[in-house]
């Protein structure tokens, strides 16, 4: 069963970094990409970037001066890492399992971060 | 950035009606167009993708269609469990962007 769980801090501090893992099981993140998506309290949906099976990475380039992406194999886990925080980065961060490379067919539940001071 | 423009921001929909939501990408985008529905706390969930397949598992009253830079989503005989948000998204091209969303209500 495919399932993915995101886990980090709830509260940041303004100009701290996030750091969030994405644990998933049900498949392995060497033969399936895996992006990252975040959404602002009651606003809609914004790609943060993605680690392709092979490794490598791409970031939405609005984020992509603060923002890193990587994965331990072994683990089966993905790693967001965004520095420089922001109130305007307050929202819930998920990670999300790619289907025919275009589309996200499994959702993690979410973490709900807060920037603030 | 492709630019995705969805209307309308909102509907109501008795049951058992049909109700249309609408997508405009701002370039062509081949038909790589996902819908995604959104319920209050939790997760999206893929519904289409390349426009017009059907997910696993999603009912048959769900049906997408367009192509090239205008996209809809359809969704027939609706049903209280149908309530929620719908986003578009396209994976034609980086960054991969959403519609801002259509909340769609039962009335």
């Known amino acids: ?117 | 950035d492709i630019q995705m423009t969805q209307s309308p921001h909102s509907l109501s929909a008795s049951l058992g009606e049909t109700v249309s939501i609408e997508c405009l990408a701002s370039e062509g985008i081949s038909n790589y167009l996902a819908w995604y529905q959104q319920k209050p706390g939790k997760s999206p969930q893929l519904l289409i993708y390349y426009a017009s397949s059907l997910q696993d598992g999603v009912p048959s009253r769900f049906s997408g269609s367009g192509s090239g830079t205008q996209y809809s989503l359809k969704i027939s005989n609706m049903q209280p469990e149908d309530e929620g948000v719908y986003y578009c998204q396209q994976g034609y091209k980086y960054p991969y962007t959403f519609g801002a969303g259509t909340k769609l209500e039962l009335k």
């Open chain 1, 1 to 117: 069963q495919v399932r993915l769980k995101e886990s980090g801090p709830r509260l940041v501090q303004p100009s701290q970094t996030l750091s969030v893992t994405c644990t998933v099981s049900g498949f392995s993140v060497t033969s399936y990409h895996v992006s990252w998506v975040r959404q602002p309290p009651g606003k809609g949906l914004e790609w943060v970037g993605a680690i392709w099976k092979g490794g490598s990475t791409d970031y939405n380039s609005a984020l992509k001066s603060r923002l890193s992406i990587s994965r331990d194999t072994s683990k089966n886990q993905v790693f967001l890492k965004m520095n420089s925080l922001q109130t305007d980065d307050t929202g819930t961060y998920y990670c999300a399992k790619h289907y025919n490379n275009y589309y996200f067919d499994y959702w993690g539940q979410g973490v709900m971060v807060t920037v603030s001071s």
